[in-house]
């Protein structure tokens, strides 16, 4: 028996409704975002009042969480325009792609010491096997940061 797949089409909703807050948490006003996205002003003014982006808004300097998403809008907004004008090189999406990622981890769970640490080690990790030539520094560094998490995951200080 041969399954059939039922194509799923998405809506407006499901499109642009991430971007559109994004956007205006970022700043951006109605108007400016209707030109940006393919959506009706009353497409939009419904959102802005279901989706209680004013509110939001106001939190943006003190939530973790509406703060990631204001930071999304303004790289979505730079990012397309840089690709508009063909001056993204592929160093540079990677770069962004990342920013993007922190920024969802930044927004979705708040920084708590597990992530920052990893994320600081991780980027340290990267920095020392550019620097270390040596080969045993190089095990014994490794050999820290692994204890380092270990004693982490336990709950000890480290």
């Known amino acids: 028996m041969t399954a059939i797949r039922k194509k799923i089409r998405q809506g407006k909703r499901d499109l642009y409704f991430d971007d559109a807050q994004s ?11 209707q030109e940006l996205l393919p959506l009706a002003p ?3 003014k419904n959102w802005h009042k279901e989706g209680q982006w004013e509110e939001k808004r106001r939190q ?8 990631g998403e204001a930071l999304k809008g303004i790289l979505r907004e730079k990012a397309g325009k840089m690709l508009e004008k063909g001056d993204l090189k592929p160093q540079e999406l990677e770069e962004l792609t ?11 769970q708040g ?7 990893l994320e600081v080690m991780d980027r340290f990790g990267a920095f020392i096997r550019g620097w ?6 190089l095990r014994r560094l490794t050999t820290m940061m692994q204890e380092f998490f270990r004693k982490l995951e336990e709950g000890e200080e480290a």
Do not use: N, Q
């Not at 943006?60 to 969480?65: A, D, Q, W």
């Not at 270390?132 to 520094?137: A, F, L, W, Y």
């Open 98 to 108: 990342k920013l993007l990622t922190l920024i969802d981890r930044m927004g979705s």
């Open 132 to 137: 270390v030539t040596d080969p045993e520094e």
């Open 111 to 117: 920084w708590d010491l597990r992530t920052a640490a």
């Open 42 to 44: 009353t497409t939009l």
């Open 23 to 33: 956007l205006y948490l970022a700043g951006k006003g109605l108007e400016e975002i």
């Open 60 to 67: 943006v300097p003190v939530s973790s969480r509406w703060l």
